[in-house]
């Protein structure tokens, strides 16, 4: 079975410009979340969607994060303008249903890893 | 206070050894526990989920205890395979994403 494809794999841009991430999840994964994790930290939630409607984006800087899943499978995400603490790997995961119904896994992503400089 | 605090670690530990990790989370919704490995550049997979029973996967064993609000993990007999960073995650009752500690790295050594 694929698992969760990402990329680019790795990705170095100038502070103040604009980068975006894709993600395909697993095959019939309904629910697909974004999380970055900053180098020495736990993942931390960005947004989660289920099919192509967002449930959770309380922690997306919507100021200058967007994110996107227009037809219920593959997944964008853009950051405009980039800051330097944004530098960290940005990690896609899906599951079959929202973790914690049933004994539902969430698979992750290899992720992409953004340098902002 | 984070949601979900670890020991600091790392642990730098002998093959053959016993180690355990504790996690404690503030959230009385907190529902569902894990506990994941990340090795070093690598995504974070699922090593075990955690039953207020307790659990054990051959040299691992998890326990949850919902009074003191405190999850642990123990690995027996430590292989330098194990060396990895162990994320513990919880899932808040109707909410469905899981919220990850820092991690503990876990240095085994021959």
């Known amino acids: 079975e694929a698992g969760v494809a990402q990329s680019p794999r790795y990705k170095i841009i100038e502070k103040r410009q604009s980068v975006a991430f894709w993600c395909n999840p697993i095959?019939?994964?309904?629910?697909l979340y974004w999380y970055q994790q900053i180098l020495g930290q736990g993942p931390k939630l960005l947004i989660q969607?289920?099919?192509?409607?967002?449930?959770?984006d309380s922690q997306l800087p919507k100021d200058r994060f967007s994110a996107e899943r227009l037809k219920g499978v593959d997944s964008t995400l853009k950051i405009q303008p980039a800051k330097l603490e944004d530098s960290a790997v940005y990690l896609c995961?899906?599951?079959?249903?929202?973790?914690?119904?049933?004994?539902?896994?969430?698979?992750f992503g290899q992720g992409t890893r953004l340098t902002v400089v | 206070r984070k949601e979900v605090e670890q020991d600091p670690g790392p642990f730098n530990v002998p093959e053959g050894a016993t180690v355990a990790f504790n996690c404690t989370y503030s959230?009385?919704?907190?529902?569902?526990f894990f506990w994941y490995r990340q090795d070093c550049r690598k995504e974070p997979k699922l090593l075990m989920s955690?039953?207020?029973s307790g659990n054990e996967d051959g040299r691992f064993t998890a326990q949850l205890n919902r009074a003191s609000q405190y999850i642990s993990l123990l690995i027996r007999d430590s292989k330098l395979s194990d060396s990895a960073t162990y994320l513990c995650?919880?899932?808040?009752?109707?909410?469905?994403?899981?919220?990850f500690g820092k991690g503990t790295k876990l240095s085994v050594k021959p």
């Open positions: 995961a899906s599951s079959l249903r929202p973790v914690g119904f049933g004994n539902t896994e969430a698979f």
């Open positions: 969607f289920q099919n192509n409607g967002v449930v959770d």
């Open positions: 995650v919880s899932n808040r009752q109707g909410q469905g994403n899981l919220i």
């Open positions: 095959s019939g994964h309904a629910t």
């Open positions: 955690v039953y207020s």
């Open positions: 959230n009385s919704a907190s529902q569902s």
